[in-house]
């Protein structure tokens, strides 16, 4: 069991992410059950492929445009060989600077009703990142 203060911001409340890995494909997270799959954890992969029930989701890294070392990340998610979703994600290293965790995330509604919901933690060891069906 996980539970994480977010955003640990001095102007923000206190909200807490409460999170349980019921099995290998099933996390609970502040009440409500999901499929899930790991993107990444402690090192972070600037590219790479996974697969969450009917869903493939592939992400890469078309440039680094940043001066700070921030990274652009494309996803996108494909349902057999049609891309059913997308989004760009912004991995900036330097969050890290005034707060001890980071957590972002970004839903992506897809044309059947499913959600795709990605979580983003990073900490100063590594990150974990995570795809939830819901």
Known sequence: NTTLKKPLAPWSEPEYLNMTVLNETTIELSGRTYRYTVLGLWNVSFSGR?????????????ENITTTGGQRIDFKIYKGSVIVGSFT??????????????????????????????????????????????
């Not at 996974?50 to 078309?62: F, S, V």
């Open 89 to 134: 994600y912004w991995y900036i290293p330097s969050q890290l600077d005034s707060f001890c965790v980071v957590v972002n995330s970004k839903s992506v509604d897809l044309p059947n009703g499913d959600m795709l919901i990605f979580i983003f933690m990073h900490v100063e060891k590594g990150v974990l990142w995570l795809a939830l069906l819901g």
């Open 50 to 62: 996974a697969r969450l029930e009917k869903y493939t989701i592939i992400w890469e890294q078309p």
